[in-house]
Every structure is written in C-alpha cells, then in structure tokens.
C-alpha cells in the first residue's frame, strides 16, 4: 500500500512539472513517466489517461490554496472587517509568491478557455472563501466602516485579478519597468498598494 502510495506521488510531482512547464497539449506521458521513474503502463494503471491525470493535478494544486484560504477563516476570532480583507490579499500575496506551478497551469487553462477545469469539477473550489468575503463586506456594512455600494463580487474579481495579474506577468513587466518584481520589496509594495486600493473602494 505505501509503496502504491509513493508510486502515485512520484508521478504527481512529475506531472505537475511538466503541465506547469508545457501545459496539457504540450506535455508528454513519455516525460512524465520517466521523471517519476515508473512505465507508462504504471501510470495508465493509476490514472487512466493523460486527461485524467492533468485533472487530478489540477484540482491537487487548486485544493492546496483551498486548504490556505480554509486555514485562514478557521482561523479568524472575530477579525474585523478591514483587517479580514488585508489578510485576504496577504494570504494570495504568500500563496503566489511560493506556488509557481499554480500561477503556470491558470496561465495554461486560461490559454485553453478553460476546458479541463470545467470538467475537473472546480466550480465550487472557491466558494468558502468567496463566502468568508461576501460575510466580512456585510460585517463591515453593518459596523459602518464599508460604504453600502460596496460589492463583494467586485472586491473578489479586483482581489484576485490584481494578485494573480501580478504574478503572472512578473517576468515582463520586470524588463518593461527596468525592476525585479519578484524582489520582497517590490512584492510589499504592490501589497500594500492592492490593500490601499480595496480598502478605499469598500469605504467610499
């Protein structure tokens, strides 16, 4: 069973390298299994089919940042609504920052319209954290901090749009601005900078 178990994560770290790298059409079976140092036959046996497996490493890499995002709301006591949001932004700022792969694959399903995440079932992946937002928007509501226009799908589209743009064209925009956005001090920036401009959003 252990050994079954390694086999199958041997294959998953592989394939998730080569998918990142080189995205569905572009990626082999023959690279994948032989990173993973099994045959092909193995892989098939574990997985079915070269969709299957880009499904399941799919959905691994969208469930490790579901798992961050989950880890945060269990962890709120009583946060207040502003603070909540900033943690929010702070929380996509690290994830990013540490998951290449994941910032490469939405690059790839983005290219392809999304064709394997509509059939990977990731429809509801987001729905706790777009839930924990909707909640501290209407918190914020409430207490009088956040103006009552405030729209908690337009704080979601900018907050992952501005967090997830960044990362994803850091390499350009690295040499059109003649700076390393990948340096701690330029990622502190544009964090503070997205805080500031969703936070003035929410009260005004």
Same mark, same amino acid.
């Given at each position: 069973?252990?050994?079954?178990?390694?086999? @199958?994560?041997?294959?998953?770290?592989?394939?998730?390298?080569?998918?990142?790298? @080189?995205?569905?059409?572009?990626?082999?079976?023959?690279?994948?299994?032989?990173?993973?140092?099994?045959?092909?036959?193995?892989?098939?046996? $574990?997985?079915?089919?070269?969709?299957?497996? $880009?499904?399941?490493?799919?959905?691994?890499? $969208?469930?490790?940042?579901s798992l961050a995002e989950d880890s945060l709301i269990e962890n709120d006591k009583n946060t207040d609504a502003a603070?909540?949001?900033?943690?929010?932004?702070?929380? $996509?700022?690290?994830?990013?920052?540490?998951?290449?792969?994941?910032?490469?694959?939405?690059m790839w399903e983005n290219l392809n319209n999304a064709n394997c995440l509509k059939s990977a079932k990731t429809q509801n992946i987001k729905k706790n954290m777009i839930d924990y937002i909707e909640?501290?928007?209407?918190?914020?509501?409430?207490?009088?901090?956040?103006?009552?226009?405030?729209s908690a799908q337009r704080v979601t589209t900018a907050l992952l749009t501005f967090v997830f743009s960044y990362f994803s064209n850091k390499h350009t925009l690295s040499l059109v601005l003649d700076k390393n956005l990948a340096s701690q001090e330029e990622l502190n920036t544009h964090r503070e900078f997205v805080c500031d401009l969703i936070i003035n959003y929410l009260k005004n």
């Open positions: 069973m252990k050994k079954s178990e390694d086999t @199958k994560k041997r294959i998953l770290v592989a394939a998730e390298e080569e998918f990142a790298q @080189k995205g569905f059409y572009g990626a082999r079976v023959d690279e994948i299994a032989e990173c993973a140092e099994v045959n092909k036959r193995m892989l098939y046996a $574990y997985f079915g089919n070269k969709e299957e497996l $880009y499904k399941t490493v799919l959905l691994n890499v $969208y469930n490790s940042l603070t909540a949001v900033q943690n929010v932004i702070g929380l $996509y700022f690290d994830f990013l920052k540490n998951n290449d792969n994941f910032v490469r694959m939405l909640k501290k928007i209407c918190e914020g509501k409430i207490e009088g901090i956040f103006s009552q226009n405030a």
